[in-house]
């Protein structure tokens, strides 16, 4: 019985197995889906597809710079005891040199692409790293900056990974005082975690609605005095406040932290002037392993129950 890429495809999304996989299933199995399910089952394959719809939320953020270009990747498992196992951290750092080679342009083509040394794709190296570690494991999101002087950070061990791309002219791109603002900046955003790189990114919703805020709190204030202040002056207060949000919320605004006297970007234009040359934060992206993932919230008492019961 003959089967079609179709086949193969639709076998992959019910198993999770990878598609060469999925390919010799058919195969053995002369087409019969239903067959190709019991071989991958009895090779210990379809497993990975049990697993694959557990809550992963622990693993690493990791960024990293290969010749030349920057890559942030998120990389979870279940538990993160598995994310120090040397296996999950050697997939990690395999899936930052694909994103560095292929450049793929979201997490199918990425799973699509050859893991290196390997022959097969980076889902199929995925899938079988499932069955050996015994946890779900997915590439969550991932980042590529290329051009500049692109500088990487990695947090407690994988926490948070920071990637930086900054702007610079050939003449410096190597300079070691480039380099320090670059781990500098990097260190400032894993700290503090930026929403915005510059005060003209702020969208329209977000600036809107920090004004409602401070005109309701500078009418609040204003309602108290004995003689309330003009809406001239309050429109001062608003703006005053807008100015406060900046300094919290946008990199090159928010006061540096080696030096709060200043703000990053003064510091940034204070190096390019010692350097003479050009310097400008071009890019930046804050991955926090698990950020926004809800964790699972084991049951000891009811999983002894399930295993005592069967």
């Known amino acids: 019985m003959a089967f079609t890429a179709a086949d193969v495809k639709n076998l992959r999304e019910m198993t999770g197995v990878g598609m060469m996989d999925c390919k010799k299933a058919l195969t053995a199995s002369e087409g019969d889906i239903d067959k190709a399910i019991e071989w991958l089952r009895e090779k210990g394959l379809a497993a990975a597809q049990k697993k694959a719809g557990r809550i992963a939320a622990e693993g690493v953020a990791?960024?990293?710079?290969?010749?030349?270009?920057?890559?942030?990747?998120?990389?979870?498992?279940?538990?993160?005891?598995?994310?120090?196992?040397?296996?999950?951290?050697?997939?990690?750092?395999?899936?930052?040199?694909?994103?560095v080679k292929c450049n793929p342009a979201d997490l199918d083509a990425l799973y699509a692409c050859e893991y290196p040394g390997t022959g097969r794709t980076v889902l199929d190296e995925q899938n079988d790293k499932v069955l050996v570690i015994g946890e779900n494991i997915k590439v969550r999101r991932f980042r590529r900056f290329e051009g500049g002087t692109c500088v990487a950070y990695v947090h407690m061990g994988g926490k948070i990974g920071v990637l930086v791309q900054l702007e610079v002219s050939d003449n410096i791109k190597d300079n070691e005082r480039v380099a320090e603002v670059g781990k500098d900046m990097a260190m400032q955003i894993a700290a503090l975690n930026p929403m915005f790189l510059d005060k003209s990114y702020v969208d329209e919703a977000t600036l809107e609605k920090e004004k409602e805020i401070q005109l309701a709190l500078a009418r609040e204030e204003n309602s108290k005095l004995d003689k309330p202040k003009p809406d001239a002056i309050l429109e001062k207060i608003v703006m005053g406040g807008i100015g406060k949000m900046y300094k919290e919320i946008c990199l090159l605004q928010m006061p540096f932290v080696k030096d709060d006297k200043v703000s990053v970007a003064q510091h940034v234009a204070a190096v390019a002037?010692?350097?003479?040359?050009?310097?400008?934060?071009?890019?930046?992206?804050?991955?926090e392993k698990g950020e926004g993932i809800e964790k699972r919230q084991d049951d000891l008492a009811a999983e002894v129950a399930k295993m005592v019961n069967g």
């Open 62 to 99: 990791f960024a990293t710079v290969i010749d030349g270009i920057g890559v942030a990747v998120e990389v979870n498992a279940e538990s993160d005891f598995v994310a120090k196992n040397e296996k999950f951290t050697d997939y990690v750092k395999g899936v930052a040199e694909v994103v």
């Open 273 to 287: 002037k010692e350097l003479g040359d050009p310097v400008a934060v071009k890019n930046y992206v804050r991955f």
